[in-house]
């Protein structure tokens, strides 16, 4: 898993150990993972939500943003992140933070990561005076 532990940290790689639970009667598995890790991604949704709250609210340049968030700072692309335009659609398509609603059509780069960071943050169950920590915890519990 890749990306900060705690707001103020720089990016990291982490393992993590997964579990998998197989039915007995029908042979179906299932894999449980801690709280924060999200479905299909290589980061953390908390490094995922503290991007999108970096693009959106603090407009941080993305290549500062893949700087604090990544772990790795080669990259095919020195100047920008892809990444965080995939996020940002597959949060559009439901496919990650499934309670984020999509972002109007004619919405900005900025604008949906900003939509999407609010709404993060307000899910975090504690009220932080850090934004970075209220987003982390937020993305944490919609994963």
């Given at each position: ?12 790689l ?14 179906a ?19 995922i939500?503290?991007?999108l ?7 941080a340049?993305?290549?500062?943003v ?14 920008s ?9 597959a ?53």
């Amino acid at each position: 898993m890749r990306g900060p532990l705690a707001a103020g940290e720089r990016g990291g790689l982490v393992t993590i150990e997964a579990r998998r639970y197989r039915c007995r009667r029908c042979n179906a598995t299932i894999t449980v993972v801690p709280r924060g890790v999200a479905a299909r991604r290589h980061f953390a949704a908390t490094a995922i939500g503290l991007a999108l709250l970096l693009v959106g609210t603090a407009g941080a340049a993305l290549i500062e943003v893949r700087r604090r968030v990544s772990p790795w700072s080669a990259s095919f692309d020195a100047d920008s992140w892809a990444t965080v335009r995939r996020w940002l659609c597959a949060i559009d398509q439901k496919r990650l933070f499934p309670s984020v609603r999509p972002s109007p059509l004619a919405s900005s780069l900025r604008q949906r990561a900003e939509r999407a960071a609010m709404t993060l943050v307000a899910m975090a169950p504690f009220a932080a005076d850090v934004p970075e920590a209220a987003v982390m915890a937020g993305a944490a519990r919609a994963a």
